[in-house]
């Protein structure tokens, strides 16, 4: 029987310093959790393109305590490029810092694409 991955790592982008940064995603209970997205920025053109496809549904661990870059308390995925942005639930809109598509939050995160997961 193939194990089920427990953890992903994705390119994840700050929504005000527009930095890209790595996300850790941890499998819990059957839904991709965001538990901590790195301190640091990673190197310019030091995003990694993704590799695997995590799918299922996506939630927020409880302990997770948002974007070190801007304090965000979510995320969201950009309906333009895909990307993985950080996103505060105070506001019901989004730029992506990425591509700067602008719009409405809504709908839910059903895959992703992760540069690696164990």
Same mark, same amino acid.
């Given at each position: 029987?193939? =194990?089920?991955? #427990?953890?992903?790592?994705? %390119?994840?982008? @700050? #929504? !005000?310093?527009?930095?890209? =940064?790595v996300a850790t995603f941890r499998r819990t209970g059957g839904e991709w959790?965001?538990?901590?997205?790195?301190?640091?920025?990673?190197?310019? *053109?030091? !995003?990694?393109?993704?590799?695997?496809?995590?799918?299922?549904?996506?939630?927020?661990?409880?302990?997770? !305590?948002?974007?070190? *870059?801007?304090?965000?308390?979510?995320?969201? =995925?950009?309906?333009?490029?895909?990307?993985?942005?950080?996103?505060? !639930?105070?506001?019901?809109?989004? %730029? @992506?810092?990425? @591509? *700067?598509?602008?719009?409405?939050?809504?709908?839910?995160? =059903?895959?992703?694409?992760?540069?690696?997961?164990?």
């Amino acid at each position: 029987m193939e =194990r089920m991955a #427990e953890s992903a790592w994705l %390119t994840f982008h @700050c #929504e !005000t310093g527009k930095q890209a =940064r790595v996300a850790t995603f941890r499998r819990t209970g059957g839904e991709w959790q965001l538990a901590e997205v790195s301190a640091d920025a990673l190197p310019e *053109g030091g !995003t990694i393109p993704g590799r695997i496809t995590m799918t299922g549904p996506f939630g927020i661990a409880h302990d997770y !305590t948002g974007c070190p *870059g801007c304090g965000a308390d979510s995320y969201v =995925r950009c309906g333009e490029c895909g990307e993985m942005c950080c996103w505060r !639930t105070s506001t019901s809109h989004h %730029t @992506c810092p990425g @591509c *700067g598509n602008h719009g409405q939050v809504s709908g839910r995160i =059903r895959s992703a694409a992760a540069m690696d997961v164990a």
